[in-house]
């Protein structure tokens, strides 16, 4: 490193208030002293890790021993060189100095990157010409127009068309010298399946661009209604370039936006994205999955403009919006939210666009409402407020949000609003309110649990149904009700057993999974979200109303099982564990093998028999 960087670099830390250059990037918060964050560099929940000490210009992570000056602290949130990382510095607290001019922003690409760059953007170019050039590219160019696409729109994106000739492109890119290695390196191409073929093929092509706008993977659409695989999008797997986690659809061409009109658009699909952009709304990106990931945030966070959640307004959607602003909060990252209180059934950008037109999406798009506004609607269309049982869900859940409405003006017109939709006395609402915050000071802020109202079911009826269950089927079918019902008991399942063995049950348990992946920390998880989950259409499974009944059966019942408690939940996968195991041995024992005579198979069935009581044995052991 040249001592003239060195020199600079000293004179901008000297220059540089520290507080100010971390508050560019994340929030601080003044305690005492010092300045507290949570710790952008580890997956931080306690705030007071990550300190700022002001007169000395330094930073401290007490938890991940981070730590440095304000160029460290640029260096390593933004991941770039030590000399770029001085010149950010700079371009922060707004020094001047002719040597800044001198160092270059784009980092180093060795040759073998650099010819992965080159070989991922001629994929790109094949992808694209095979959209217009080949006789199925033209039914995916056919589907695209039906979307409401334009020649323009198309090439901005450059979308493209895989090919379902996956050998053709392989072919064209070892035309052009690329090794099977490199173009395995794009993500493309399996090494281990042969004859070589494009893992995209058949699909229609968007192109995924990094932070520098260069093309680092592809996510593809199935668009056939014949098309029988079970993803609607497929991404290129992790490679050198590309990693899911790290990337947002569009974000390159929105950051470009975002810094001259101040916002930019969270989506959840790419099509929400080019909607948006139809439209003249540019700065618009979109998740690569259902939730946002720590380097999304520090994207977020580098554009430094207000984030305006618009993810998808059916009920998964809704419930990852409710995520992203507690996370965003928890970031200091200033957010609206598009008004979820709407007059229509389509669920997101590009169908209000398709289904009414541009200027109805216009209106979508600015309508932007507040966290307890959005929570009011929320609430508001998840329980049927014509009935008791819906208000009295509609005011546990949005009360606690109320109660904690500091400004007078806002706590009158919801306390208002309450009144008005549920038909109660808003002097009721204010006792409400105020026995609330009463319970929260004396409980010391910590949840108490919830009250659980029993349904009626007859326990004769109850025994009746599994009186034909084997301890299998009924230990498993005892596990799935308390999964149905509580995020733990499903931990310690995957945690310590991971698998069903009753193939009617597995259906049930694979719903579960998929939506604790989609909706893992949701606001309410209970089994009426989860029976909404099934039902939407994004949801590919196969007998769902069959699937959605015994689920609806499982649940009513588990209201006779003892209260959860992790014993009982660890019981049932011992007991689970064990029948396996004996159906195991009983096959391996009751078995015919050719060949065999009297004695082998008598000597095979007792150490079947010993294995067997040594089970037994254990599991009683367990269970005293």
């Known amino acids: 490193m040249s001592s003239n960087i060195i020199a600079l670099a000293d004179e901008v830390s000297k220059s540089a208030d520290i507080v100010e250059v971390i508050s560019h990037f994340i929030k601080l918060e003044k305690r005492g002293k010092n300045y507290v964050a949570l710790c952008p560099f580890h997956d931080d929940h306690s705030l007071g890790n990550f300190s700022v000490n002001r007169e000395k210009g330094l930073f401290k992570c007490f938890a991940c021993n981070s730590g440095g000056n304000a160029i460290t602290f640029v260096q390593k949130f933004t991941n770039c060189s030590f000399s770029e990382a001085v010149k950010k510095t700079a371009e922060i607290i707004g020094f001047k100095d002719d040597r800044l001019k001198s160092i270059c922003s784009n980092k180093p690409i060795d040759k073998k990157t650099e010819v992965l760059f080159n070989c991922l953007n001629d994929i790109a170019n094949f992808y694209e010409a095979s959209l217009y050039q080949t006789t199925d590219g033209k039914e995916a160019l056919e589907y695209l127009y039906k979307r409401g696409l334009n020649d323009e729109i198309i090439h901005q994106f450059r979308i493209g068309y895989a090919q379902s000739n996956g050998e053709n492109i392989i072919s064209f890119l070892l035309k052009k010298d690329y090794s099977l290695e490199t173009i395995s390196q794009t993500g493309i191409l399996d090494l281990n399946k042969i004859?070589?073929?494009?893992?995209?093929?058949?699909?229609?092509?968007?192109?995924?661009?990094?932070?520098?706008?260069?093309?680092?993977?592809?996510?593809?659409?199935?668009?056939?209604?014949?098309?029988?695989?079970?993803?609607?999008?497929?991404?290129?797997?992790?490679?050198?370039?590309?990693?899911?986690?790290?990337?947002?659809?569009?974000?390159?061409?929105?950051?470009?936006?975002?810094?001259?009109?101040?916002?930019?658009?969270?989506?959840?699909?790419?099509?929400?994205?080019?909607?948006?952009?139809?439209?003249?709304?540019?700065?618009?990106?979109?998740?690569?999955?259902?939730?946002?990931?720590?380097?999304?945030?520090?994207?977020?966070?580098?554009?430094?403009?207000?984030?305006?959640?618009?993810?998808?307004?059916?009920?998964?959607?809704?419930?990852?919006?409710?995520?992203?602003?507690?996370?965003?909060?928890?970031?200091?990252?200033?957010?609206?939210?598009?008004?979820?209180?709407?007059?229509?059934?389509?669920?997101?950008?590009?169908?209000?666009?398709?289904?009414?037109?541009?200027?109805?999406?216009?209106?979508?798009?600015?309508?932007?409402?507040?966290?307890?506004?959005?929570?009011?609607?929320?609430?508001?269309?998840?329980?049927?407020?014509?009935?008791?049982?819906?208000?009295?869900?509609?005011?546990?859940?949005?009360?606690?949000?109320?109660?904690?409405?500091?400004?007078?003006?806002?706590?009158?017109?919801?306390k208002n609003k309450i009144s008005q939709v549920t038909g109660f006395d808003s002097s009721l609402i204010e006792k409400l309110i105020v026995r609330y915050q009463k319970k929260v000071k004396k409980s010391e802020h910590k949840d108490e649990p919830k009250q659980i109202t029993k349904i009626d079911f007859d326990k004769e009826e109850f025994k009746r149904i599994n009186a034909h269950l084997s301890r299998l089927n009924l230990a498993e079918r005892r596990l799935i009700g308390y999964m149905l019902e509580n995020k733990e008991a499903f931990r310690i399942y995957q945690e310590k057993l991971g698998y069903i063995v009753d193939p009617s049950y597995k259906h049930i348990v694979a719903a579960i999974e998929e939506y604790m992946i989609q909706v893992g920390s949701t606001i309410d998880y209970n089994v009426n979200n989860l029976l909404n989950f099934i039902s939407d259409e994004t949801f590919v499974i196969d007998n769902k109303d069959e699937i959605k009944s015994e689920i609806s059966n499982i649940s009513l019942e588990n209201q006779l099982l003892p209260p959860y408690k992790e014993e009982n939940v660890e019981e049932l996968i011992d007991t689970i564990k064990l029948e396996k195991e004996k159906k195991q041995i009983n096959t391996v024992a009751t078995a015919s093998i050719k060949g065999e005579s009297a004695v082998q198979k008598a000597s095979r069935l007792a150490v079947s028999v010993s294995k067997l009581k040594h089970l037994v044995k254990e599991s009683d052991k367990k269970r005293r």
């Open 195 to 414: 004859p070589y073929s494009d893992t995209n093929r058949g699909r229609i092509v968007f192109n995924i661009l990094n932070k520098e706008g260069k093309i680092v993977g592809f996510s593809c659409r199935k668009f056939r209604l014949n098309d029988n695989s079970n993803a609607k999008y497929i991404n290129t797997s992790a490679t050198k370039l590309f990693n899911k986690s790290d990337t947002l659809y569009n974000f390159y061409n929105a950051s470009l936006e975002a810094k001259k009109v101040g916002y930019v658009y969270l989506c959840e699909g790419f099509m929400d994205v080019i909607a948006c952009c139809r439209v003249g709304v540019k700065s618009a990106v979109a998740l690569m999955g259902t939730a946002l990931s720590k380097e999304n945030l520090q994207s977020l966070l580098y554009l430094k403009c207000e984030v305006r959640i618009c993810l998808d307004l059916d009920n998964p959607g809704q419930i990852n919006t409710y995520k992203a602003m507690q996370v965003l909060e928890q970031y200091g990252i200033q957010y609206r939210v598009v008004n979820n209180d709407v007059d229509f059934l389509e669920k997101d950008s590009d169908e209000i666009l398709k289904k009414y037109g541009d200027e109805k999406l216009r209106i979508f798009l600015t309508d932007l409402v507040s966290k307890i506004e959005w929570l009011f609607n929320f609430y508001k269309r998840t329980y049927d407020l014509t009935k008791d049982d819906g208000k009295k869900k509609f005011l546990n859940n949005i009360i606690p949000f109320i109660a904690n409405i500091n400004d007078p003006v806002d706590y009158e017109i919801y």
